[in-house]
Nanobody, 128 residues
Framework: QAQLDESGGGLVQAGGSLTLSCADS????????MGWFRQAPGPERDFVAA????????NYADSVKGRFTISRDNGKNTVYLQMNSLKPEDTAVYYC?????????????????????WGQGTQVTVSS
C-alpha cells in the first residue's frame, strides 16, 4: 500500500505562486502514475494535472494550462505541482492521487475512478 502525503498549501495573493508536493511517505516501491485534483466547496473533485510513471507524459485541465506544471522525482518518490499566476478561482483543497501501473508505463489518467490511492488534501486559498 502506498501512502500519499501532500504539503505546500497555504494562503497566497492573486498572481502569486505556490508549489505543492506529494510523497509516497512509506516508500512502498509501487510504480504510480500520479495526478492532482481539486475540490472547491461541493461534491465534485476536478482534474487538474497528471503525469505518467516515467514522467514522459503530462496533461492539464484547460483552466490551468500555461500556469501550472506537474513534475516528479522518482528517486524521492515525490510529485510536484508548481502553480503560478494563481487566481481566486483556484481556491480549493488539492489532492494528489496515485495509480499502480506496469513498469515504464507511459500513460496518464484523468478521472477519479482511475486512481487507487489518495492523499488527505491540502488547502490552497487565493485572495483577490
Amino acid at each position: 500500500q502506498a501512502q500519499l502525503d501532500e504539503s505546500g498549501g497555504g494562503l497566497v495573493q492573486a498572481g502569486g505562486s505556490l508549489t505543492l508536493s506529494c510523497a509516497d511517505s512509506v516508500r512502498s516501491g509501487i510504480r504510480l502514475a500520479m495526478g492532482w485534483f481539486r475540490q472547491a466547496p461541493g461534491p465534485e473533485r476536478d482534474f487538474v494535472a497528471a503525469i505518467s510513471w516515467s514522467g514522459g507524459i503530462t496533461n492539464y485541465a484547460d483552466s490551468v494550462k500555461g500556469r501550472f506544471t506537474i513534475s516528479r522525482d522518482n528517486g524521492k518518490n515525490t510529485v510536484y505541482l508548481q502553480m503560478n499566476s494563481l487566481k481566486p478561482e483556484d481556491t480549493a483543497v488539492y489532492y494528489c492521487a496515485g495509480r499502480n501501473v506496469p513498469y515504464f508505463s507511459n500513460t496518464s489518467y484523468h478521472t477519479v475512478p482511475e486512481y487507487d490511492y489518495w492523499g488527505q488534501g491540502t488547502q490552497v486559498t487565493v485572495s483577490s
